[in-house]
């Protein structure tokens, strides 16, 4: 068949493309590339489609779109599925979203390293090298799941996993980075099996209620934050009574006096994660008010409120 018919061999159309012979076989066996007929000796002919079609991959590939997908986007436009075609390029989006996120992490983990003073050095590695890149929140989620009490609903759960898990950061600086692999490293040690490294609230043989204790927190930390957050003086108001309530409520108790002293002992001698809180905070977004903080806040408040005097037994 002649030339001006638009039928090529496979070496013409690689000429034409200006790629190569083994290009376009690959694409070829693939079933990528339209083929106009065989010749009598049962080679490949291409039409003019075809050079579109092999510019349209290459194209797609000058982008990174691995094979499969190539395959699927030429699907969707050969069958006009514009929303195919725009799934390919969302998925695409990601992909490269999540390589992106993994050199910025690469880069300040990287710089963290190359600044840091020689005798942090070591240390630094070995926090750093535990940790994925880019992080993902799993161990921490793991963590809280192991260390709320048990049966507390989805719900409340998710609650309280919004706050207390950060994401890590897109574009982290090298001491976001140290941050978030100590809260990985320091994670890992705890132990919230340990019957003392939990809170009494979380107890139920000790009669509470730690579903209803969670709400209120929630509650109780969103009154306090604005305080918190403007360096208000710790006292009485609606956020404490907001706080009492719940500790009330978990352990069926009234708020009383007697009820606040005791409950001002209790947290004194209950255990922290003030570490915990402190990473958080250097992870969060400026203004923002974490849990701790505003647990901390509101326990002044509660020893500011009941004043001196002996507790209730």
């Known amino acids: 068949m002649p030339e001006a018919a638009g039928s090529w061999s496979i070496g013409e159309l690689a000429e034409r493309a200006g790629a190569t012979v083994k290009t376009v076989r690959f694409y070829s066996d693939r079933g990528l590339l339209p083929e106009a007929s065989r010749s009598a000796g049962g080679h490949r002919r291409y039409g003019p489609e075809a050079l579109e079609r092999l510019r349209l991959i290459r194209a797609l590939r000058g982008l990174d779109l691995p094979v499969p997908q190539v395959g699927r986007y030429i699907e969707g436009t050969d069958h006009r599925d514009d929303k195919a075609v725009r799934d390919v390029l969302a998925a695409h989006l990601r992909d490269l979203g999540r390589d992106l996120a993994a050199l910025r992490w690469r880069e300040a983990a990287l710089r963290l390293l ?97 579903a209803v204790l969670y709400e209120g927190l929630t509650e109780a930390f969103a009154l306090a934050s604005t305080a918190v957050r403007e360096a208000g003086r710790p006292g ?73 005097g002996p507790a209730a037994p």
């Open 114 to 210: 190359h600044e840091s003073p020689p005798a942090e050095l070591a240390e630094r590695l070995t926090l750093v090298g535990a940790l994925r890149t880019p992080p993902d929140t799993a161990a921490l989620a793991s963590f809280w799941r192991r260390w709320l009490p048990p049966g507390l609903p989805s719900r409340v759960a998710g609650l309280v996993l919004d706050r207390a898990v950060p994401e890590p950061p897109p574009d982290p600086t090298p001491d976001q980075v140290l941050a978030y692999a100590r809260l990985h490293a320091l994670v890992a040690a705890l132990n919230p099996a340990k019957p003392q490294s939990q809170p009494t609230a979380h107890r139920r043989q000790a009669g509470q209620r730690p």
């Open 236 to 308: 009485p108001g609606e956020a404490l009574d907001c706080f009492v309530a719940a500790y009330a409520g978990a352990a069926s108790r009234r708020d009383t006096p007697a009820f606040r002293r005791a409950l001002h002992r209790q947290l004194a001698g209950e255990p922290r994660l003030d570490g915990y809180w402190r990473l958080v905070a250097e992870l969060s977004p400026p203004g923002t008010v974490t849990p701790g903080a505003a647990h901390d806040w509101l326990a002044d408040a509660l020893r500011t409120a009941i004043g001196p």
